[in-house]
């Protein structure tokens, strides 16, 4: 189900008129219809703390698995969606309009891969979801250089921009606990993956609690 597509006039919006909680009108014909409004749940982080490795055991995890929708963000990173610049908006939409389709199957999605608020927050499909709650991996300087320098050569992390992941994850450090919304921060540097999958793992149950409760029953 397409959320930006009226199920009515069959007219589509780039921004999602969401009236109340759980309602969506159209901006051409007026009709209303109700949909599911659930959470996104981000696990993020640098390249290198860990973020992929994790996220396979998250979808191997059997009390996960028919509670959420566990996906990889970079596997939409093509040509058509690959943009270098900016905030990426129309790789973050995407990603935006899929998630909330899930959820309309009554599961909310974990997203695993790089991003900040500031850019899934300004977005118009931001409005799809009734929160997101961001979870982020992070690591020693040293040790994450060293991931880095350790990948295969045809992941092409030359210093240059293993000094720029560097940056940007002592950028994350910094400012983590002022973002809107503020973003947890779990550092993995020497803990084993499984203990890091239980981390998480605990953190999805923590919030997936009030899901639960807040989350009505079939028709």
């Not at 981000?42 to 929708?69: I, M, N, Y």
């Not at 002022?178 to 993995?188: E, F, G, I, Q, V």
Request: with cysteine.
């Amino acid at each position: 189900m397409n959320l930006l597509i009226c199920e009515r006039c069959g007219e589509r919006a780039d921004h999602p008129q969401v009236e109340t909680e759980a309602v969506i009108r159209c901006a051409h014909c007026g009709h209303r219809w109700p949909f599911l409004r659930l959470p996104l749940y981000c696990l993020t982080g640098p390249s290198g703390t860990g973020k992929s490795t994790v996220q396979r055991l998250l979808a191997a995890e059997a009390r996960l698995a028919d509670r959420f929708v566990v996906l990889e963000q970079d596997v939409l990173w093509v040509a058509g969606l690959r943009d270098d610049g900016g905030e990426h908006r129309p790789f973050r939409s995407t990603w935006l309009r899929v998630a909330a389709m899930i959820n309309q199957s009554r599961r909310p999605v974990v997203l695993c891969g790089t991003v900040v608020p500031p850019e899934f927050e300004p977005l118009p499909e931001r409005a799809l979801f009734e929160r997101i709650e961001y979870l982020c991996l992070t690591c020693d300087p040293g040790v994450l250089a060293a991931r880095l320098r350790a990948r295969p050569k045809w992941r092409e992390w030359d210093e240059p921009r293993i000094a720029e992941t560097l940056d940007f994850a002592a950028w994350i450090g910094a400012n983590a606990a002022t973002m809107d919304p503020p973003m947890t921060l779990l550092d993995t540097t020497g803990a084993p993956v499984e203990q890091t999958a239980r981390a998480v793992a605990a953190w999805l149950d923590e919030r997936s609690t009030t899901l639960r409760a807040a989350t009505p029953p079939p028709p």
